[in-house]
């Protein structure tokens, strides 16, 4: 099946700066990458969609201006947590989806972020 | 109310037991129906589609009931490693698809 990585796995990170993560999609083209969070024991919740060179549609709830999403390409789409902050800790998961399957999504192994 | 409501679990089954997940969704718009398999710590996994003629793949059986607004996961056999997270995932199209999580239905198989 297609694959998507993430980048890094595991972040530990202070209070206050801003943790980069990234989503790549190896061996197909995504139109459309989603990003989740995931707290413990808890759904995955879906924080935002990205469709490739366009801004990206942010869930309620959700600030734009805290999680910076860009989708520059059609295999690279980056999620920025600014000014992170112990609230934000929690597992984030980008998956992808390519324009010929409509339907399927391709999850990335997902990122830990702690900020201490 | 939740989107996609399923039980909370946990379900603790012995080896061999055959076990039923259900799931019902809020939104009658919805177009796609998935079960989802989360092991501890890791990303979700597609288990399988679920169509409205009920589809089965080996020991797992899903089920759509559309007017109902009702899924349903079916495990036969359950093994050691049928152990994880089932997700009901919901697909609709709301000026571009995508997907609703349930909270999801922790199974534990033991020896």
């Known amino acids: 099946g297609a694959v998507v990585s993430q980048h890094p796995s595991r972040v530990i990170c202070k209070s206050g700066t801003s943790v980069k993560i990234e989503c790549r999609s190896l061996?197909?083209?995504?139109?459309?990458m989603f990003w989740y969070r995931q707290f413990p024991k808890q759904s995955l919740m879906l924080m935002a969609t990205?469709?490739?060179?366009?801004?990206?549609?942010?869930e309620q709830g959700v600030e734009k201006d805290k999680f910076l999403i860009n989708h520059a390409s059609l295999t690279l789409s980056t999620l920025t947590v600014t000014s992170a902050h112990p609230e934000d800790s929690s597992f984030y998961i980008c998956?992808?989806?390519?324009?010929?399957?409509?339907?399927?999504?391709?999850f990335g192994p997902g990122t830990r972020l702690l900020v201490l | 109310r939740k989107e996609v409501e399923q039980d909370p679990g946990p379900f603790n089954v012995p080896e061999g037991a055959t076990v039923a997940f259900n799931c019902t969704y809020s939104?009658?718009?919805?177009?796609?129906f998935f079960w989802y398999r989360q092991d501890c710590r890791k990303e979700p996994k597609l288990l399988m589609s679920?169509?409205?003629s009920g589809n089965e793949d080996g020991r797992f059986t899903a089920q759509l009931n559309r007017a109902s607004q009702y899924i349903s996961l079916l495990i036969r056999d359950s093994k050691l490693s049928d152990s994880a997270t089932y997700l009901c995932?919901?697909?609709?199209?709301?000026?571009?698809?995508?997907?609703?999580f349930g909270a999801g239905t922790r199974l534990f198989v033991k020896a």
């Open positions: 061996d197909f083209q995504a139109t459309t």
């Open positions: 679920v169509y409205s």
């Open positions: 995932v919901v697909g609709l199209l709301t000026g571009g698809f995508k997907t609703i």
């Open positions: 998956s992808a989806r390519s324009g010929l399957a409509q339907e399927t999504q391709y």
């Open positions: 939104n009658s718009a919805s177009q796609s």
């Open positions: 990205s469709n490739e060179g366009s801004k990206a549609t942010y």
